[in-house]
């Protein structure tokens, strides 16, 4: 190391950020030991972490005794801390829960029925975690953030107490969507996750509880008041009902994204697109042909994250999304690990077509014999949506370096590569390609579909973090040469 050597690179720093914890194994007699210590570390921060092994060490051999493996237990918070919860939901006029991975993970999800049902407040589900409440559930009202829903936002807004249960409440799952700024103010913040690191990180908190979701609830469960909930008990269930219903009924016919004031972008795409589906329409198309047990993935951008409000799922472990560190091509790859670990599951994996292109390399990999046949569609909109969306929005509707080659066709390049290829363009196609590929996997015949699409724009994925540039002094708007996409 230090001396230019061939693939050199600072490992250790480069993946810092992204785990719980790192170690280096700095000789091979402690390789066992470090590696014991590694996966410990991750089940107990409940994240990824990272041993690193020089290569000169995987030909060493060594005599060692084993390390014992010291598999601690989930621990169920401080018990101070879990009277205080279960004494403001005891007394809460409008208590509303939030369940996030942690619900998963811990297997807390029945935990989670019986406080809700005891306390008849609706269940927000954090940002592209859909399947951490049964979708079915009357109390169940959607997952909160970019793309979500509208009745999750409007509930949560009136909350006097939110038991935000086993999430890190991160910017996705609680910054503004739809224009509503709806994190309540005033309420009273229980929040419970496993790494007491990420407790108060975000957002104020009433009460900080580091512990197992399952064991939490259960436990905030039996202390809570026999007339928990009973406060305007029938009349909170008539509004989570009357919201519910009306964002289903808006969300079942919203064909189009509401633009900004000023925006051009998106009415000009879906008059020169108009013969072709926005993303809306394909998201209720593919919700039609899903079959009831299936397992889905989400790579990043606008059309993969347009569909954030659609998914409902009755069982966990079902929707697989990329996380807040946003990997381009992650859907293709996870879906595919994921029919691996289920193969008897229908399995549907979604990406745009610039962030399948990270990926699809694989495509000639799983048309091998041994590998599992899956789903996996392409939204072709010829175009980088996020970053499109960011520059029409804060310079003034001109984009550079977004637009994706219009001759490609990903349904061509699995014909080639010896798998099924579909293109479709209408609802009516669209479900039915969902629907006979699905089918097909039991045949072990994987279909890569096609979805074309208009180039309408969804939300920018942080408006927040983006200010309007300021004019530089000398440049006029006439000056600027004007753009056009490669598809129109």
Not at 158 to 165: E, F, R, S
Not at 269 to 284: G, I, L, T
């Amino acid at each position: 190391m230090g001396q230019g050597g061939f693939q050199e690179v600072e490992q250790m720093n480069l993946f810092k950020d992204m785990v719980c914890y790192q170690e280096e194994v700095r000789d091979p007699s402690r390789m066992a030991e470090v590696l014991n210590r590694v996966i410990e570390k991750a089940i107990r921060g409940s994240a990824p972490a990272q041993i690193n092994v020089p290569r000169d060490y995987w030909t060493q051999v060594i005599d060692i005794d084993l390390p014992p493996i010291v598999r601690l237990e989930r621990q169920g918070g401080g018990v101070d801390a879990i009277s205080k919860a279960a004494e403001l939901l005891s007394k809460a006029k409008f208590p509303v829960i939030l369940s996030g991975a942690g619900v998963v993970i811990g297997g807390a999800i029945e935990e989670t029925k019986k406080l809700a049902e005891k306390l008849d407040s609706p269940v927000c589900s954090g940002y592209q975690h859909n399947d951490s409440f049964p979708g079915s559930h009357p109390l169940a009202v959607g997952p909160l953030g970019y793309n979500g829903s509208k009745a999750a936002m409007e509930l949560i807004s009136k909350a006097d107490v939110v038991l935000a249960l086993g999430t890190r409440l991160n910017p996705f799952s609680t910054l503004p969507g739809y224009g509503i700024d709806y994190w309540p103010k005033k309420a009273s913040i229980i929040q419970v996750d496993i790494n007491p690191d990420r407790i108060g990180l975000t957002k104020k908190v009433t009460v900080g509880i580091s512990g197992d979701a399952k064991l939490v609830a259960q436990q905030i469960f039996d202390k809570l008041a026999s007339n928990a909930g009973d406060t305007d008990r029938q009349k909170r269930k008539d509004l989570i009902h009357q919201t519910k219903s009306a964002w289903l009924q808006k969300l079942s016919s919203l064909d189009h994204e509401d633009d900004d004031e000023g925006t051009v972008w998106n009415k000009e795409a879906r008059e020169r697109d108009s013969d072709r589906m926005s993303p809306r329409q394909a998201w209720r198309a593919i919700q039609a042909g899903m079959p009831e047990d299936v397992i889905i993935s989400s790579d990043i951008g606008n059309n993969c994250a347009i569909g954030n409000a659609y998914p409902t799922f009755e069982k966990p472990r079902k929707y697989l999304a990329p996380g807040l560190f946003g990997p381009c091509g992650y859907g293709f790859p996870s879906i595919l690990g994921a029919k691996i670990g289920c193969p008897d599951t229908p399995v549907i994996g979604f990406a745009g077509d610039g962030a399948f292109g990270i990926s699809m390399n694989e495509m000639s990999s799983c048309a091998r014999e041994e590998w599992p046949a899956i789903t996996m569609v392409i939204f072709r909109n010829y175009q980088w949506g996020a970053e499109k969306r960011n520059t029409t929005l804060w310079f003034d509707n001109n984009f550079v370096g977004t637009e994706l080659d219009p001759e490609l066709s990903y349904a061509k390049v699995a014909d080639a590569c010896g798998l099924k290829g579909v293109t479709v363009r209408s609802m009516e196609e669209t479900t039915a390609a969902i629907k006979q590929s699905c089918e097909d996997q039991k045949k072990g015949i994987t279909t890569f579909i096609e979805v074309i699409l208009n180039q309408e724009l969804g939300e920018p994925f942080r408006r927040d973090a983006m200010k309007k540039p300021v004019r530089v002094a000398g440049i006029d708007k006439k000056d600027m040469r004007p753009q056009k996409s490669l598809n129109g």
